[in-house]
């Protein structure tokens, strides 16, 4: 070969030279390759220590490689594993009475159901988890996804390939230098927040999320159940650009979802998302699950907030998705089960959406906590949460005079009653309850919505400050926080 090379640049030097600046990288990428194979660096994405994208968007100790060993089992009467956003997870309640948690109720008992849903997740995870778990081809998927959309733009660019792109990333991806090279882009620190809302518009969104329905439809095929989305009718927000505070300053109502032209401010889905889910169906052959109609309509008193649903929704949803498995002969039916919440636990739900409708509609979180304060059973530490959102809400509401009042009330309470209330979680108190069946337990403490800029301005905040002057350091030191 020598030879023939030396022979080569006598007669072609100018060929010669060209060949060997075209053979040298590729002579280092397949030494690499060879390498990085010998050490498996980089291993196959489908090789469950390395799930992809999944690095991105679950959390640190997400266990991918242990979900597979768990799926690879067949159960004898199958399994339906759940996924999507909060609704799906069980919010508020961490998934102890989860619309996944009644679907397993209402199956035979040795069907074996996992809830791998989680607050905040939308299609990209829906659509991350499905390659995982499509991988497995005993299990049904029960989707319901599309709420949250707009919540983690800052993910946008790494959670897909442009379909253009596909095929040429398929076959890199075959790689071990690339997906070496791809990983360490990816994993960048300074990349995962550097797509700002603006730079991704409403469109584009709405691409990706049908983008990622055909995908989760291509890997689980006829296994794949999805459920249109539902939410509150009466939710009202501040019209973009402006915050609670200086629309209710100004006399401005508040207005439906979309009133300003777009819905990436208001955490509910937009009409394209059950459009394309209803398309997907036609087209597809999906089994997709009328959640509207399961509800028997859309009614403001089936929902805690502006998008999850009561106790009793959650059972009629529940029976929906059932009773389409049945008929379409995914899973046998069972007899439901009327198990109820604690009360404790639905006390601590009803504060918690109450705390959390603030930063919505804080007329709807007022009465909600007004409501609180009616009810015999709560405890003074919840109590005075309450006492304390009442005040947040008659800020927000440019009512400075009665949020005055609800701090003086708080102050009084906690002077009452000391020995029951802890200062340090007066913004912050665990739901409590007992732990699931059939999600991770969570610990996570129940807050006071944090200010945010649809919430107050600066100046806001700082005019919030104002109010607690005089009162006691806990309720200083909790506004100065929030």
Known sequence: MANALSRLRQAHPVLANVALAMAAPLLLLLVLEGAFAVFDVAPSDEDPRRPGVLR??????????????????????????????????GTPFDYQ???????????????????????????????????????????????????????NLRHFRHVGIGRALSPVAEFLSGFRVY???????????????DT???EVDDATVMARYRENLEHVADRCGARLVAMTTVANPAMRFPLPGQTLRTAAGRGLPLERPGAGGTWRQHFQAPP???????????????????????????????YWDHVHPTPEAHRRLAAGVVAALSTRGLARAGKASDDALPVEVLRWGALDRGLYNLQFDPALGAARLEAVLREPGYTQQQLAMAEMGLAIAAFLRNRDDEAKTWLA????????????????QLGCAPIGGPPPRRGPARDEPRCLPWRSRQLMTDAEHEALI?????RSPPVQGLLRSF
């Open 179 to 193: 997906r070496a090279i791809r990983s360490l882009v990816a994993s960048a620190p300074d990349r995962a927040a």
């Open 56 to 89: 991105t968007l679950m959390a640190p100790d997400f266990d991918a490689g242990s979900l597979h060993a768990r799926f690879a089992e067949l159960p004898e009467e199958g399994r339906v594993v759940c996924l999507g956003e909060s609704t799906m997870a």
């Open 466 to 470: 104002r109010l607690a002057d005089g």
């Open 272 to 302: 394209e998302v059950n459009a394309a889910l209803v398309d997907l169906g036609a087209r597809r052959g999906v089994l997709v699950v009328d959640s509207a109609a399961a509800l028997g309509g859309l009614r403001a008193e089936d």
């Open 409 to 424: 009330r708080v102050d009084d309470r906690m002077a009452r009653h000391s020995e029951e209330i802890e200062p340090r």
């Open 97 to 151: 009475f989860s619309l996944c948690e009644l679907v397993a109720d209402g199956l035979d008992p040795e069907a074996e159901v996992v809830n791998l849903a989680g607050q905040g997740m939308d299609s990209n995870h829906v659509r991350a988890l499905a390659d995982l778990v499509c991988a497995h081809p005993q299990t049904v998927v029960l989707v319901y996804s599309g709420h949250n959309e707009f919540l």
């Open 196 to 198: 700002s809302d603006a």
